[in-house]
């Protein structure tokens, strides 16, 4: 298998991208990247209703930058005891290490650039 210096451009269309819907608060994500398993950038794009919450008690990888784009809607963001109101257009990048908690005030659409630590 070519290491991700020597992989040739992929490409992957917007049907093929997987989905997932959480159906207690009708989350959705999408990952929009091409999967590879020696890259370590992908985008996720996410759909949040109106008044959902979702919640996590630990990072799935800690250390995990991300880079948050809200491009429509608006969002309240707690990481690590920090709270951010986040509008359409605005864009937050932290280090994903403790809790986080994102709440979508009126309904809310996002795109998240996750890298994994080195």
């Given at each position: 298998?070519?290491?991700?210096?020597?992989?040739p451009?992929?490409?992957?269309?917007?049907?093929?991208?997987?989905?997932?819907r959480?159906?207690?608060?009708?989350?959705?994500?999408?990952v929009v990247s091409?999967?590879?398993?020696?890259?370590?950038a992908?985008?996720?794009?996410?759909?949040?209703?109106?008044?959902?919450?979702?919640?996590?008690?630990?990072?799935?990888?800690?250390?995990?930058?991300?880079?948050?784009?809200?491009?429509?809607?608006?969002?309240t963001?707690?990481?690590?005891?920090?709270?951010?109101?986040?509008?359409?257009?605005?864009?937050?990048?932290?280090?994903?290490?403790?809790?986080?908690?994102?709440?979508?005030?009126?309904?809310?659409?996002?795109m998240?650039?996750?890298?994994?630590?080195?």
């Open positions: 298998m070519a290491d991700a210096e020597s992989a451009p992929t490409l992957i269309r917007a049907p093929e991208q997987l989905s997932w959480d159906p207690e608060t009708g989350y959705v994500r999408r091409p999967p590879h398993p020696n890259l370590q992908e985008l996720v794009q996410v759909e949040l209703p109106p008044g959902a919450t979702v919640s996590y008690d630990v990072s799935p990888i800690p250390g995990l930058e991300h880079h948050l784009w809200v491009l429509e809607g608006e969002l963001i707690e990481l690590d005891g920090f709270v951010f109101a986040v509008q359409r257009g605005d864009c937050i990048r932290y280090i994903l290490n403790g809790p986080s908690r994102f709440n979508s005030l009126r309904g809310t659409r996002y998240l650039a996750m890298v994994k630590p080195k």
